[in-house]
């Protein structure tokens, strides 16, 4: 079941349409991602699912109630990160806590988020003393006061380094575990690759591809480049032979094949009955990135 319908969403500020046009669905349970490069218009189309800006065309359904005319009710299934400016620094973690419970009707009890979210010792510290990854948990804990279904994350985890990222990244999945649909604003391709189950690729206020991580991959040129170095010498012709190989040039003790297709099996498969093995075995595929670059013509942002 389709929890957010987005259907031709436009969003004008002055002298500037940030969203010319932009549909998409997010099914319960699953993770998804809006993807794009700078000023492509993400935060500004989850800001208008989460009723944080008013539309200027198209419509917008979330869960049936539409953020123009229902908000209120919204606010109480949806679940929005806090933006980093948005606490007083001097505001204690527990004060926080407490804070946004008091804006749901039924919220849980943000003692247990405290715990869950791995912040009891930091209860009484300031949200200024925080680290980055402890902020992102506050962050995560806010989000969820609530009991929301849905959750959106913009950017989560910008500003963090790859450890605190890669620690974002599973209590983004911690979050899904429990039953939250995730809406998730990324610029990072192997936080998109991993997490997200569809994603779309939004430039210029369009939506330029709308798919599964691997299903965007599978649309860039497909050549496949295999390196090795093999146990016994052989012949150019035992791979050149093969429909999927392209081309195969030798570098001293190394080889390297492209190829399309069922490549990789083609060549292991041929040098396994010819009893070759092929050592230091490196594969190297097309990947978000690639896709990123071929369906926008930028480059992605690391
Ligand atoms: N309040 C505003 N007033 C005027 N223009 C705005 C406003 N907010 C955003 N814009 C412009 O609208 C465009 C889309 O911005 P938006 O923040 O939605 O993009 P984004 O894809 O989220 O970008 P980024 O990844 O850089 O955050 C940009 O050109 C931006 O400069």
């Known amino acids: 079941m389709a929890l957010i319908e987005v259907k031709n969403l436009r969003k004008e500020y002055p002298q500037h349409v940030a969203v010319a046009d932009v549909s998409f669905s997010v099914e319960e349970g699953e993770i998804f991602g809006?993807?794009?490069?700078?000023?492509?218009?993400?935060?500004?189309?989850?800001?208008?699912?989460?009723g944080m800006r008013k539309r200027d065309g198209g419509d917008i359904s979330v869960m049936?109630?539409?953020?123009?005319?229902?908000?209120?009710?919204?606010?109480?299934?949806?679940g929005i990160q806090l933006q980093q400016s948005e606490?007083?620094?001097k505001m204690k973690v527990w004060e926080a806590l407490e804070l946004y419970s008091t804006?749901?009707?039924?919220?849980?009890?943000?003692?247990?988020?405290?715990?869950?979210?791995?912040l009891a010792e930091k209860a009484d510290a300031a949200y200024g003393s925080l680290s980055g990854g402890q902020q992102q948990r506050l962050s995560i804990a806010l989000a969820l006061v609530g009991k929301p279904k849905i959750?959106?994350?913009?950017?989560?985890?910008?500003?963090?380094?790859p450890h605190a990222r890669r620690e974002t990244w599973k209590l983004i999945e911690k979050v899904r575990a429990q039953d939250v649909t995730v809406l998730l604003v990324t610029h990072f391709m192997e936080e998109a690759e991993r997490?997200?189950?569809?994603?779309?690729?939004?430039?210029?206020?369009?939506?330029v591809a709308?798919?599964?991580?691997?299903?965007?991959?599978?649309r860039v040129d497909e050549k496949q480049i295999i390196r090795f170095k093999p146990s016994v010498d052989f012949e150019d012709s035992l791979l050149t032979s093969l429909p999927e190989v392209d081309s195969i040039t030798r570098s001293h003790s190394q080889v390297t094949v492209?190829?399309?297709?069922?490549?990789?099996?083609?060549?292991?498969?041929?040098?396994?009955?010819?009893?070759i093995v092929a050592g230091e075995l490196r594969l190297e595929q097309a990947s978000l990135d690639d896709a990123f670059v071929a369906l926008t013509g930028t480059h992605p942002a690391t």
Do not use: M
């Open 210 to 218: 709308l798919d599964t991580p691997a299903g965007l991959i599978s």
């Open 151 to 161: 959750a959106v994350f913009d950017e989560l985890t910008t500003a963090l380094d």
């Open 103 to 118: 804006f749901y009707r039924d919220p849980v009890d943000w003692r247990e988020l405290l715990h869950e979210w791995g």
């Open 34 to 50: 809006i993807l794009g490069p700078n000023g492509a218009g993400k935060t500004t189309a989850v800001e208008c699912v989460e």
């Open 195 to 207: 997490l997200c189950d569809r994603l779309a690729l939004i430039e210029s206020g369009r939506v």
């Open 258 to 275: 492209t190829g399309k297709g069922n490549v990789v099996y083609a060549v292991i498969s041929v040098l396994a009955r010819n009893h």
């Open 87 to 89: 606490l007083p620094a």
């Open 64 to 78: 049936g109630l539409d953020p123009l005319k229902d908000l209120a009710e919204l606010r109480q299934v949806i």
